[in-house]
């Protein structure tokens, strides 16, 4: 019977499986018999061909993170059309822009509600909302550390929350909400203006998933 000749995509082909394998905890012997070679071809295999083989994982690698940035750059873009796209058509009117703007931040984020309030004083003021969660017309939160979107607004910063309901020191106010409307997990993202804290957009789940 002839010897079968392997080309060299084919070679790297088998390393990369050995490899996997390997990764997986197999030992190198049941790794090698299930890829259909010795352990001898392996290590020699592996001496000629493993710095291509490494190179091929490094670009599939890159490739991966590439698509990903790109995808993320599309979904970028598909907001910002949306949201420009509904304040041609509404010139005069704040609300469905605002409205836009809360739904694309949901879908962006792989989330299903999100309010956006904005400052109103000393309180923040519900402007608009998408998902099932409640948020009463005219809610009002105080701007307080208490609260993740209080502290949002006072550190200009995001606020990430895994479990809302069980901060009741960290965010005792904030807690105090999420336990009469049913969320837990929370992202609170100020919205600025200048350097100036002017609302938050606010990214809520009922299950304890981070974000």
């Known amino acids: 019977m002839p010897k079968k000749v392997f080309t060299p995509l084919q070679i790297v082909n088998k390393l990369r499986q050995i490899e996997r394998l390997i990764a997986s905890g197999k030992a190198v012997s049941r790794a090698c018999k299930q890829a259909g070679i010795t352990e001898q071809v392996y290590r020699r295999w592996r001496k000629d061909y493993g710095g291509l083989a490494k190179r091929l994982n490094e670009l599939e690698r890159k490739l991966e993170v590439r698509n990903r940035d790109l995808g993320e750059s599309l979904e970028q873009q598909t907001a910002t059309a949306e949201i420009l796209s509904v304040i041609s058509t509404s010139p005069t009117d704040l609300q469905p822009v605002l409205d836009t703007v809360v739904t694309s931040a949901a879908r962006f984020c792989g989330a299903y509600d999100a309010t956006m309030f904005h400052l109103d004083g000393g309180s923040l003021r ?86």
Not at 145 to 158: D, F, K, M, T, Y
């Open 126 to 211: 519900l402007a608009a909302h998408h998902g099932p969660i409640p948020s009463p017309l005219g809610l009002l939160m105080p701007v307080v550390r208490g609260i993740p979107s209080g502290r949002a607004v006072l550190e200009r910063q995001a606020v990430h929350v895994p479990d809302l309901q069980a901060e009741a020191e960290e965010f005792p106010e904030g807690r105090a909400f999420a336990q009469e409307f049913g969320f837990r997990t929370t992202l609170s993202v100020p919205l600025l203006r200048e350097g100036a804290a002017i609302g938050t957009i606010l990214l809520r789940r009922v299950e304890v998933t981070p974000f």
